[in-house]
Nanobody, 116 residues
Framework: QVQLVESGGGLVQPGGSLRLSCAAS????????MSWYRQAPGKERELVAT????????NYADSVKGRFTISRDNTKNTVFLQMNSLKPEDTAVYYC?????????WGQGTQVTVSS
């Protein structure tokens, strides 16, 4: 029943920007912490950013701090990831995540490619 659908990925040049969206359904979105993860080929899936249920607190991986911003709109059951000053090393599949009663739920992911 839990469903997470990412969108907004694509090909951008280094230094460019992209905004990802994750549409959530099947659970009480406004009561859960949401996260963005990413996974590049040959690498472990890594946590990029998290946001509390109300949006009052956020956390970022050191590699994206100052460049990425996570936000949410609880009226639309959507979490966003604004990505600025993109670097080639940001290239990965980006996944939306929520933990509900100890279980991890993932979207299908959206591809972000940063290349000139």
């Amino acid at each position: 029943q839990v469903q997470l659908v990412e969108s907004g990925g694509g090909l951008v040049q280094p230094g460019g920007s992209l905004r990802l969206s994750c549409a959530a359904s099947g659970f009480l979105f406004s009561t859960y912490r949401m996260s963005w993860y990413r996974q590049a080929p040959g690498k472990e899936r890594e946590l990029v950013a998290t946001i509390t249920s109300t949006g009052g607190s956020t956390n970022y991986a050191d590699s994206v701090k100052g460049r990425f911003t996570i936000s949410r709109d609880n009226t639309k059951n959507t979490v966003f990831l604004q990505m600025n000053s993109l670097k080639p090393e940001d290239t990965a599949v980006y996944y939306c995540n929520v933990v509900i009663r100890g279980a991890l739920y993932w979207g299908q992911g959206t591809q972000v490619t940063v290349s000139s």
